[in-house]
């Protein structure tokens, strides 16, 4: 049987990880609100990008416009709490989209083109993997312990709701 104290660390342990989670969505929509917002101010240099990518430059006037877009929408869905979950699957969905078609020009190609953000410009070939990799889990723990919360609230309210039910019928 648990005591108090234990409960309390349980308590203490779980919001220390929802904390965390708010924290790791907060840098996943903070990477897209960034890299959004340089490539609609920096257009012409994202075009020229996308202009020399193989499988993009047949679209690149749609690319241009769409992916900063895309990329501001998914940070914007991951701060509204409503729409967190869905913001983190568009993001998870997206980076891994990205990782997949760096990986191939990398591979296929021998080169490694770049639209990304002013931070992660100049890492290199490994460093684009190991960044894209760490917030693809950054996104997947966000999402597990959200969803987690989200179950248990669900969960004590169905017991609750039982509870009371017990009590007005007795």
């Known amino acids: 049987m648990d005591t108090s104290f234990d409960i309390y660390w349980k308590h203490k342990r779980r919001i220390n990880h929802v904390l965390l989670a708010y924290i790791s969505a907060g840098q996943c929509s903070l990477l897209f609100l960034i890299s959004g917002i340089e490539k609609w101010v920096d ?12 499988l993009l430059k047949e679209f690149a006037d749609f690319f241009t416009l769409f992916i900063p ?18 913001g983190l699957t568009l993001f ?66 169905a017991r609750r709701s039982k509870v009371d039910e017990f009590k007005f019928n007795h």
């Open 69 to 86: 877009t895309l990329e501001l929408v998914i940070a914007v869905l991951i701060i509204i709490p409503s729409t967190r979950f869905l």
């Open 43 to 54: 257009n012409g240099h994202f075009y020229v990008i996308i202009q020399n990518e193989p």
């Open 92 to 157: 998870y969905l997206l980076m891994m989209l990205f990782t997949i078609y760096t990986l191939y020009l990398m591979l296929a190609m021998n080169r490694l083109p770049c639209g990304c953000n002013f931070m992660i410009r100049h890492v290199g070939a490994m460093g684009h993997m190991v960044i894209n990799g760490l917030f693809i889990l950054i996104a997947v723990y966000a999402y597990s312990i959200l969803i987690q919360k989200k179950w248990d609230e669900e969960d004590k309210r």
